[in-house]
């Protein structure tokens, strides 16, 4: 066996770890799982009780949740160059953070029709959708990369959250973001991993001629 196990579906958030795994270049076995089915079974609920993936099982350890699986990674794999400096820790880990609270939570509500009152503001850790937009604008502008003049781990999770978000619309297109996306989306790994998960998905239905 492995040591490091990776779990995935290619239709899934999996697609980021995937991509972090190809940065770091370690050998891996990836365990392929069906919603309906294996994602649910106690083989691998015994790996992550939510039925959730990614995860990964490194030298019989678990990682889940993406933000964790690319930091650990990172830290685990440190020839790899992905993990911050000092003087990269404050914008590395920030706007890590930021994408697994405000944008995920926002994005998600967004495809979910949920839109906060004013008062509701208040409450949700995001506060609004534009708020968030805006400052993820900030962040992709301040530097060539998320945390400053080269490409780290968060720049994988960042910028996943931000191509998902403005290919399927809860991210509005802004020039900015095109422009982040061009440094970042045509590295190797990231293309290596992207034809590795679409070769795994399941054939779609063709349309009737």
Do not use: C
């Amino acid at each position: 066996m492995s040591d490091l196990i990776f779990y995935t579906n290619p239709m899934s958030r999996g697609r980021i770890a995937r991509w972090m795994l190809e940065e770091v270049g370690a050998p891996y076995e990836t365990v392929v799982l069906g919603y309906a089915d294996t994602m649910k079974g106690a083989d691998y609920l015994a790996v992550n009780p939510m039925g959730k993936v990614p995860a990964i099982v490194h030298k019989g350890r678990v990682v889940t949740e993406g933000g964790a699986i690319i930091a650990y990674l990172a830290e685990a794999f440190p020839d790899a160059g992905l993990a911050p400096t000092a003087e990269e820790r404050a914008d590395y880990y920030r706007w890590m953070f930021f994408a697994a609270g405000p944008v995920e939570a926002a994005t998600t509500n967004k495809a979910l029709g949920v839109v906060p009152t004013a008062d509701q503001q208040r409450m949700v850790g995001y506060g609004s959708l534009d708020h968030v937009v805006d400052a993820l604008e900030r962040a992709v502008t301040a530097h060539p990369y998320i945390a400053g003049d080269r490409f780290t781990a968060a720049d994988v999770y960042v910028g996943s959250h931000i191509g998902w978000g403005v290919q399927f619309g809860t991210l509005p297109k802004r020039d900015a973001f095109d422009a982040y996306l061009a440094r970042i989306m045509g590295r190797e790994a990231a293309v290596r991993a992207r034809e590795i998960d679409d070769a795994l998905m399941p054939p779609q239905p063709q349309p009737a001629s």
